[in-house]
């Protein structure tokens, strides 16, 4: 636990150093902990250390786990992967946040999936700020239309947007597609949304994303440790 303790309190104190030097206060930014391959008891264990919000990638993973740790029951959950339309089910019946819609139809699934008893999901629009082919993620000049959208949908709380980077060493480019994000969230809100959530930086790129604005980091490999096989899709 002492190894985990460390490297969980060391990414909060990254976090807190961004933060100040962006002239921001360090709750201004959530740590999603994302536990994809790990087990439950990793979950558990850092739960029991004063973590709440963690991040899930894939659809069984993450219902096993959310069985596994009913009896925590401050512990959030964040889907952040891509979902497939005939995998939603699951999702709108367990997550709190769902980080990664980038297609109407998937939205529209979970909303009519979302138990009448459970408060609106709450969801994040994921935008392909890089260009890049492999990157899921709806176009920037699609964002409004998908945002209105999404808007319409009851069951669903429009939160704000999501991105995955390049991966790349260039800290320009890198910082410029999380600002890209930034000004897509800004725009929206003068067209009349009240967004208050940029989900961007993972591990490698947490500082960057925060003086971009970023309001959740998803970190996964600086808490957990190396994963034994990595999506760079999805890698956190």
Not at 78 to 91: A, D
Not at 108 to 132: F, H, K, M, T, Y
Not at 199 to 225: C, K, N, P, Q, Y
Request: proline share 4%; hydrophobic share 40%; glycine share 8%.
């Amino acid at each position: 636990m002492a190894t985990l303790f460390s490297a969980w309190q060391g990414v909060l104190q990254r976090i807190g150093k961004a933060a100040g030097k962006a002239g921001r206060v360090t709750t201004d930014v959530r740590l999603v902990a994302v536990s994809k391959t790990f087990p439950a008891d990793s979950v558990r264990e850092l739960y029991a250390l004063g973590q709440r919000d963690f991040g899930e990638n894939y659809v069984q993973e993450f219902t096993e786990k959310h069985e596994a740790l009913a009896d925590c029951p401050e512990l959030v959950w964040h889907f952040i992967g891509p979902l497939q339309s005939n995998k939603t089910r699951s999702v709108a019946e367990r997550a709190h946040w769902v980080h990664s819609i980038e297609r109407l139809k998937i939205a529209e699934r979970l909303n009519a999936q979302r138990p009448a008893d459970l408060p609106p999901l709450q969801v994040c629009i994921q935008v392909n700020v890089s260009g890049e082919a492999s990157k899921s993620g709806c176009e920037p000049e699609d964002v409004v239309a998908l945002a209105q959208a999404v808007t319409a949908l009851p069951r669903l709380k429009l939160r704000g947007l999501m991105a995955i980077p390049e991966s790349t060493e260039d800290t320009d480019k890198l910082a410029g597609q999380f600002a890209l994000l930034r000004r897509l969230r800004d725009d929206l809100n003068t067209h009349g949304f009240e967004l208050d959530t940029l989900s961007m930086g993972m591990s490698g790129d947490l500082e960057l994303a925060i003086a971009e604005g970023a309001t959740h980091v998803r970190v996964g490999t600086a808490i957990f440790g190396a994963r034994d096989y990595i999506k760079q899709e999805t890698q956190a």
